[in-house]
């Protein structure tokens, strides 16, 4: 299967500062990533669609402005979240499909978990 | 908009007993199933997806389109099976994933 990494792992931030955290698609180009939230005890919820070379696709109640999207190339895809508040603590997970699959198999990064104090 | 419903939050089945994990889904057009699970301390990957009718460790799982359902069955459960399962649909044309809420499977020796 495809191997995605998330880096970092981890990181902890106080309030009012802003974070990036990055995926990267290791063995394939990938014109599309997806980020997901989970916070504890939830299920993953897509936050948006990172396109290569053009703008991000945002769900609707997630704030594009706070969450910074950037896929400037086929392999790596950073979420950024500004200005960062205890409520943005959660666990950020990125997923890439592979092209030329007649089916929408994705793959996904480890996760980086965010804290923010 | 598609929904995904897992109605089981903890599934706790001794070593040897079937397992059955309930997932149903709302969908107006022809979804895309996936069973993805994730075990302790790693990352979530796939198990199954309904398009290549498989078995996968022992597991199964058929959509069943008039119950809207796409249940995950294995009959013998095992002790490494102990893991989150989530249930996820995409939509024609669209490829990101809507997940369920997952199921924690307990299998006790």
């Known amino acids: 299967g495809a191997v995605v990494s998330q880096h970092p792992s981890w990181v902890i931030c106080k309030s009012g500062t802003s974070v990036k955290i990055e995926c990267r698609s290791l063995d394939f180009q990938a014109t599309t990533m997806f980020w997901y939230r989970q916070f504890p005890k939830q299920s993953l919820m897509l936050m948006a669609t990172s396109n290569e070379g053009s703008k991000a696709t945002y769900e609707q109640g997630v704030e594009k402005d706070k969450f910074l999207i950037n896929h400037a190339s086929l392999t790596l895809s950073t979420l950024t979240v500004t200005s960062a508040h205890p409520e943005d603590s959660s666990f950020y997970i990125c997923?890439?499909?592979?092209?030329?699959?007649?089916?929408?198999?994705?793959?996904f990064g480890p996760g980086t978990r965010l804290t923010v104090l | 908009a598609q929904r995904v419903t897992q109605p089981e939050k903890l599934l706790s089945v001794f070593k040897g007993a079937p397992v059955e994990l309930k997932c149903n889904y709302s969908y107006s057009g022809s979804p895309e199933l996936f069973w993805y699970v994730q075990y302790s301390r790693q990352r979530l990957q796939l198990l199954l997806r309904?398009?290549s009718r498989e078995s996968i460790k022992g597991f199964t799982a058929d959509l069943n389109k008039g119950e809207t359902s796409f249940h995950l069955k294995k009959p013998f459960a095992q002790e490494e099976d102990s893991a989150m399962y989530y249930c996820?649909?995409?939509?024609?044309?669209?490829?990101?994933?809507?997940f369920g809420s997952g199921t924690r499977l307990q299998v006790q020796p």
């Open positions: 997923s890439v499909q592979p092209p030329g699959q007649g089916y929408n198999e994705q793959f």
């Open positions: 996820a649909s995409s939509g024609t044309g669209r490829r990101a994933l809507t």
């Open positions: 309904h398009i």
